[in-house]
């Protein structure tokens, strides 16, 4: 079988040439297409991002009027995919269910059997506009309420937040506040080159499955807990150190033991940051800002702060080089925007699509070969068979 080279978690292995996101964990700099993120979280909004990401450059404004049009007029989501929904219990977690209505979208929108005609562009609307849509079905089921359709005269987040809160009771307005702070949260999730969830769109991919299938194997890989579903058991994590009096240096010491303990510090740790992450440095910015703007005052801050704190002078943190990633503090601005803990990892997956549909795109566009690794054999050598009976 020839000669294999064993790299176990893909460490140091690359899969593909990308000129999509540019990353160097050692000076924690963190690039799209060129743009610095905090360039990009301080100027764009977040559809001028995916569009950057999806074709290469920053839209003119009449390529952003197209591409936000289309988006608008797509939001709807086929009636008969509620038939679906509906089934789901009422207390289903929101990533299972967004996984699995991404994969139905397969089933509703095929490409028209032998077409020769390139539809991925129809695709990529679809799943930037639909998504956000179904996201927002599982919040209002869980509390019972009517769900809302989307209102396209609104902007792609203020549309979200709608269908998340506004209620036909009462009036809702969105607040600029809450607006803008989600539109950094999802910018600094766009993208990050081989992330686990992207390698996964990208392989499944590589098949020749089609782009829905590909993105809803993204979103499965990106529900585990240590990659997108961190955000959720950090503020867990926190919410167990507030309940077991604050003390954030037992959670320490119970982390430097993880090997017989089992216990990690979620949001800590990352595979290529080795200084910091520049994600989680603009995040926690924000989240002072943020909730000091909104008037929340949420003790788990502090908590995650001491917290940090408390690592980041520890020599078993020091020495391994771990420091917060970008889920340590997004989850205490997703909870002051109003935002339940069991949706943190779906917006986390709403802020990732653009990033895993243009590493679709690129991967078929440079007509990248079936994705399919080796191994070296552990088992046993050739024996001989032996009859149920004589067993
Ligand atoms: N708490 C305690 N120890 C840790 C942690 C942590 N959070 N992270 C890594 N270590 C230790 C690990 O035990 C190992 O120690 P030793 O050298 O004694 O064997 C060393 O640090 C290296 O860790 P590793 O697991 O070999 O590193 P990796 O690159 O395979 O894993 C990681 C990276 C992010 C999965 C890991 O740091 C982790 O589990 N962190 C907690 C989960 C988390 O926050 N995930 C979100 C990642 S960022 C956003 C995203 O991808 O979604």
Redesign the pocket.
């Known amino acids: 079988t020839g000669y294999v080279t064993l790299d176990r978690?893909y460490k140091n292995t690359g899969a593909t040439k990308s000129a999509i996101t540019f990353l160097d964990g050692e000076q924690g700099i963190l690039q799209y297409r060129g743009y610095s993120i905090e360039d990009l979280a301080a100027k764009a909004s977040f559809l001028e991002v995916a569009y950057l990401l999806i074709y290469g450059e920053l839209p003119t404004q009449e390529q952003f009027a197209t591409f936000e049009t289309s988006i608008r007029r797509h939001t709807l989501v086929n009636e008969d995919m509620r038939k679906i929904f509906d089934g789901f219990p009422v207390n289903a977690h929101p990533m299972g269910v967004l996984s699995s209505l991404v994969s139905a979208m397969s089933a509703f929108y095929p490409d028209l059997e032998g077409s020769k005609e390139d539809t991925t562009d129809q695709h990529i609307i679809r799943l930037l506009a639909k998504m956000p849509t179904i996201a927002t079905w599982s919040y209002k089921r869980g509390l019972g309420h009517p769900m809302n359709y989307p209102k396209n005269n609104l902007d792609y987040i203020p549309n979200f937040l709608n269908m998340m809160f506004s209620l036909p009771v009462e009036d809702y307005k969105v607040d600029p506040v809450v607006a803008e702070a989600l539109n950094v949260l999802l910018i600094l999730h766009a993208d990050h080159e081989q992330?686990c969830s992207t390698s996964t769109v990208r392989l499944v991919g590589s098949s020749q499955a089609n782009i829905y299938s590909s993105i809803s194997a993204g979103i499965s890989a990106l529900w585990g807990?240590?990659?997108?579903g961190?955000n959720q058991e950090v503020i867990e994590m926190l919410e167990d150190i507030k309940a077991d009096g604050g003390d954030v240096s037992k959670y320490v010491d119970m982390?430097k033991n993880?090997?017989t303990t089992g216990f990690?510090?979620?949001?800590?740790?990352?595979?290529v940051y080795k200084n910091f992450d520049p994600r989680a440095r603009i995040i926690k910015k924000a989240a002072d800002d943020v909730l000091s703007k909104l008037g929340v005052n949420d003790p788990v801050l502090e908590i995650a702060k001491g917290l940090e704190e408390a690592a980041l002078h520890d020599d078993y943190f020091v020495s391994?080089k771990?420091y917060p990633?970008?889920?340590f503090y997004s989850g205490i601005i997703y909870r002051a925007l109003g935002i339940p803990t069991n949706m943190f990892t779906v917006m986390f997956a709403i802020g990732r699509l653009p990033g895993w549909i243009a590493q679709w795109k690129e991967m078929r566009e440079q007509k990248e070969p079936i994705g399919r690794p080796r191994q070296i054999y552990t088992g046993a050598t050739l024996r001989e068979f032996v009859p149920i009976e004589k067993r």
């Open positions: 978690g992330n807990p240590l990659h997108g961190a982390a993880a090997k990690r510090l979620f949001g800590f740790g990352h595979r391994r771990l990633n970008v889920d």
